[in-house]
Structure formats: C-alpha cells, structure tokens
C-alpha cells in the first residue's frame, strides 16, 4: 500500500521507522509545516528516519525535497492510496487537519489519523464521508494509542449496547501519579522528571489537567456509542491539585489516585466526566501503572469487559497507526 505522511514530529518519525522495517508499506511522500519530500517510486524510511532525527527542514533532504506546499498539488503530484495525518492537535477548531482529511477522502484516498482535534469535532462528518465513497478512515491513535480502544470496540462490541465507559487514558499522568506514589515525589518533582524522560510534553497543560482524557473519551463515544458529546459538557479536573500528603493518605488506606474518566450513556443527558478518583484493589485500574492506560466497557448483553496496557509514548502511537493501515488493507482485499 502507498502512503503519503503529513506530520513529522515525534509520532511521523516514529511512524516512518516502523515503516522501515515492513514490505507491504510504501511511504512516497513525508511533509511538515513548511517543507516536504516525495518520490514516486517510494522514500527510503531509513534514511529519512535517520534525516528527521538531525532536522525537519525536508527541503534540504536533497532529491524530492521541497519547500511551501499546498495539500491539494501534493495529492494531484503523488499517487497514493492513503494518507496519514499526524500533525499537532487543534481541540478548538480541528483544522488545518479536518480540510486536510477531507480533501483526501473527496480524492478516494483512505485516511488514518492521529490527530484528536477533527475527530472530536467533525467525525460523523467525516466518517459518513468515508463511508459514502467506500473508504477506510482509521481514528485508534487518536483514543489511546496502542491500548485498541476504537478497535476492539467496533469488533467486540457488536450486537451489544454500549451502557457506560470508564477509563484511565493518559499515561503522562499515571506515570506522574505513579513517581508520587512510588517515588516520594511532589507533583513538580514527578512532573520535572516525567519532562527529562521526554513522558510528558514541555506544556504539559492537555495532559495533567484532564483535557486529552475528556477528548479521548468523547472520541470513544461518539465513534462507538453513535453520541454526539462535546467536550465543552464535560466535567474536568486534572491531577495539578494533588499533594504528596494526598497520595500519601490514600495508600495509608490501600488506595492509589487515577485520573479516571466515565461517562454514563444511560443518563439522561450523559456527560464526560474526568478527575481524580481513588481506586481500592477491587478496582480493575488499581494495577494500570506507570505509563499504561485502560479502558473499561459496560455493556447490555456482554456485561463489563477492560483492556489494559498499551504504554505511553510516540512509538506506540506510530504502532497504532500501522495497525489501523493494515486493517483498511485487509479490508480492501476483502472486497476483491
């Protein structure tokens, strides 16, 4: 399968490594904010992988680079079969990435995201879309990553009613939570060394003060459950309260704090709600520790079922994003 990649952070980087290592990927073109490279018969993922880690200016990368571009000469210029969108995430307005993926979709491109931002606010639009001309549209970076929230969710789901979700969905906090607990640690400490350990970002804002887990949460919803939830109605506290006297006072009792998030779509007008909650033994996130995450599903004929795991960091995220090319590619052969 030929794909182009737009974004080369952390996650694309990442993404063209594991491309590197497959036979049935073909990257032909890789762009940034302000520059790009492409080849019609296919990049080599090594060496761009090796030229990422240096700099972004794809300009300078040599054969096929270029400088300003516009997305819909690149998909005139290019033949591909899908396109991947991993740039940074816009939770106000999803752009530029949502007219991004959609002039791909109008173009009979297949789309794989990992940008939270035009899912959270224009996925029925986009999906309807994708569905409309027969394409894929793979959103399961978006919502936990490597842990398989979307996916498991649309297979495992089926002929059963989504009731209610619970889940632990960011790892930068529960490993930070973890550092206080295990560690002694003031939440500054924690956060300073989950910083250095590249775990959370220079602004950890999203993260700690449960706005990612709320967007990840409403994706869930609204792409399983059929909702139309916005994260303007959900309910939000971070972990940036929490005290090492906090922590401490929990394990006295047996407990550990996780930024747990729930939604009752039973309610009669269900809402997102994130913030700290102390969790006992009992508890299925009680052992989700440091980076991990989980995801908990309450349904009406298949009673609860939870799926731990799926670590934290841009590798698993670019692991994700493999995963759901590959289940558009088995898709399409299927067809044949």
Do not use: C
Not at 98 to 107: C, D, F, Y
Not at 124 to 139: S, Y
Not at 259 to 273: C, F, Q, S
Not at 288 to 296: F, L, R, S, T, W
């Amino acid at each position: 399968m030929r794909i182009g990649l737009v974004g080369t952070g952390g996650v694309g980087r990442a993404l063209v490594d594991l491309i590197g290592k497959r036979d049935d990927i073909e990257l032909v073109f890789a762009l940034n904010s302000r520059s790009g490279v492409g080849d019609q018969a296919g990049l080599d993922p090594e060496k761009l992988y090796d030229y990422l880690g240096r700099t972004r200016d794809l300009e300078g990368y040599g054969e096929g680079g270029f400088g300003a571009w516009r997305i819909s000469d690149i998909l005139n210029e290019y033949r591909v079969d899908l396109l991947v969108e991993a740039t940074p995430t816009n939770k106000s307005t999803g752009e530029p990435a949502r007219s991004t993926i959609r002039l791909a979709l109008e173009n009979g491109l297949h789309v794989v995201t990992a940008n939270k931002g035009p899912v959270m606010l224009h996925y029925r639009d986009l999906k309807d879309l994708a569905e409309k001309r027969g394409l894929g549209f793979g959103i399961g970076a978006t919502a936990g990553a490597a842990l398989p929230t979307i996916s498991a969710g649309e297979n495992d789901l089926l002929g059963s009613r989504l009731l209610g979700i619970r889940g632990v969905l960011n790892g930068t906090t529960n490993y930070i939570l973890h550092l206080m607990e295990n560690g002694g640690m003031t939440y500054q400490a924690a956060l300073q060394k989950a910083q250095e350990e590249g775990i959370a970002e220079a602004d950890p804002t999203q993260d700690v003060e449960g706005w990612d887990s709320a967007i990840k949460m409403t994706i869930i919803a609204n792409a399983l459950a059929g909702k139309a939830l916005k994260l303007e109605d959900a309910e939000v506290l971070g972990i940036t309260h929490l005290t090492s006297e906090d922590i401490r006072s929990a394990k006295d009792r047996n407990k550990r704090y996780k930024l747990l998030g729930e939604l009752d779509l039973e309610a009669e007008n269900p809402r997102v709600v994130v913030k700290p909650v102390m969790v006992s033994h009992e508890d299925i996130f009680y052992g989700v520790q440091g980076k991990n995450k989980g995801i908990q599903y309450v349904t009406d004929n298949l009673g609860e079922f939870a799926i731990l795991g799926g670590a934290s960091d841009v590798r698993g995220a670019a692991a994700a994003i493999i995963r759901d090319i590959l289940q558009i590619k088995k898709r399409i052969f299927r067809k044949v």
